[in-house]
């Protein structure tokens, strides 16, 4: 499989950021996982097409400069909504764009109201601490071997130097797009 330059997935300041904060540091010769400082590693990104984007991208820079955080289970992604829907005080925050007819008709058609959240920014602090931040109610997913090297796998195909492979994973899954974001 072909390997991207580092610089490909992120930034020298975002790779210093994380290198520092987790105070593993990296590489073969420089990575000790004993000196990990937290025990979950929480991807926290917007709900959207963006977020998914910059998910992929640290999965990708995780499982080829860190993969041991992977192999031992400190990666998690955490799963912010896409939609609160709510009528008075019923409120019922939708994670998949499937799941928001059924709950509209849970809350009752009439008077109901849906805000869509672009990001979390837009989620009001009380909000992102209920759904994404408190430990007692968030989702949070572990990050698997298998999901970072499909994740590296896209990664390389889309943004690596070979045309053909790009050309052919765009022609198999065009019919999968739901969300496009030009």
Same mark, same amino acid.
């Given at each position: ?14 790779? %210093?950021? *994380? ?13 000790? @996982?004993? %000196?990990?400082?937290?025990?979950? @590693? *929480? ?20 499982? %080829? ?9 400190? @990666?998690?992604?955490? #799963? ?46 009380? #909000? ?49 797009? %739901?969300?496009?974001? *030009?």
């Amino acid at each position: 499989m072909e390997k991207a330059r580092l610089d490909k997935i992120l930034s020298n300041d975002e790779i %210093r950021t *994380i290198v520092t904060a987790l105070g593993t540091g990296i590489g073969k010769d420089n990575f000790d @996982i004993s %000196r990990l400082r937290y025990y979950k @590693i *929480i991807i926290m990104t917007d709900a959207d097409v963006d977020g998914a984007h910059i998910r992929t991208l640290l999965l990708t820079f995780f499982f %080829r400069y860190m993969k041991e955080l992977i192999e031992q289970g400190h @990666i998690y992604i955490a #799963q912010p909504p896409l939609y609160r829907v709510f009528k008075g005080k019923q409120e019922i925050f939708v994670y998949e764009d499937d799941e928001l007819q059924t709950s509209i008709e849970r809350i009752g058609k009439n008077n109901v109201n849906i805000q869509r959240y672009k990001g979390l920014g837009e989620m009001n602090p009380d #909000q992102l601490w209920k759904t994404t931040m408190d430990s007692e109610t968030r989702t949070l997913l572990q990050v698997t071997i298998e999901e970072a090297a499909a994740a590296d796998l896209i990664f390389s195909t889309l943004m690596g130097d070979k045309v053909e492979p790009r050309r052919k994973f765009i022609e198999e899954n065009a019919k999968y797009v %739901r969300n496009l974001d *030009i």
